[in-house]
């Protein structure tokens, strides 16, 4: 348990960055796109259950799964996710930052992204649709962008569900940007491990 306390900063800052990418930017302007706060915020919305016990419910499924199909390591930092992710997502107000819709779309699809690359580099995540990418990476070898991107599509669907077409569109855009800047940012440390291995 030592080393997941040592990894507490780096969990705190992921879901943090996270939280902020959804409560300034996208859930101000409706985009409900990724993870379980925005599974959270439709469900909210389509049946009045407050978004935290959604939130709770999905991330106790998913821990399940992640004790049964991952590592112990993994499980246990994940579990530290889980147990912060719903309390500071419902600490932190929904407030805009900004009035531009496009500004929001593109500034809180790469906070999230960014939230979750921080998580998967210490092998941790905040719980919820952040679980199934890393089965997806272990056992299937989908790379995590990929599996972020196949996982959120429920959330399109729920996006039609309660908001109709356009809303659904622009949710499918924000997973997208979501995968396009994940997949950048493990290119960029593919090369930056590539060029220490040279300078070795």
């Known amino acids: 348990m030592k080393a997941e306390l040592k990894k507490f900063p780096g969990i705190l800052a992921g879901i943090l960055i996270i939280t902020i990418g959804l409560n300034f930017f996208l859930l101000p302007h409706s985009i409900a ?5 925005s599974i959270g915020y439709l469900i909210e919305t389509l049946l009045f259950i407050d978004r935290t016990i ?4 999905v991330n106790v499924s998913m821990l399940c799964l992640a004790f049964l199909f991952l590592e112990r390591e993994v499980f246990l930092k994940t579990l530290v996710g889980s147990l912060l992710f719903p309390i500071i997502l419902n600490s932190v107000p929904v407030f805009a930052v ?3 819709f496009g500004v929001a779309l593109i500034m809180g699809s790469f906070l999230f992204s960014l939230g979750i690359f921080i998580l ?3 092998g941790a995540s905040n719980g919820g649709v952040t679980v199934p990418p890393l089965i997806f990476n272990r056992y299937f070898g989908i790379d995590r962008a990929t599996g972020v991107f196949l996982t959120n599509l429920i959330i399109i669907f729920l996006n039609q569900l309660v908001f109709g077409f356009q809303a659904a569109l622009v949710s499918a855009i924000s ?4 995968a396009f800047f994940m997949r950048k940012m493990l290119q960029f440390q ?3 491990s590539k060029k220490k291995g040279i300078s070795k």
Do not use: D, H, K, N
């Open 98 to 100: 900004t009035r531009f």
């Open 175 to 178: 997973i997208y940007l979501i």
């Open 33 to 37: 796109s990724a993870g379980v706060g």
């Open 54 to 57: 959604v939130v709770w419910g």
């Open 190 to 192: 593919e090369v930056g």
């Open 120 to 122: 998967y580099q210490i």
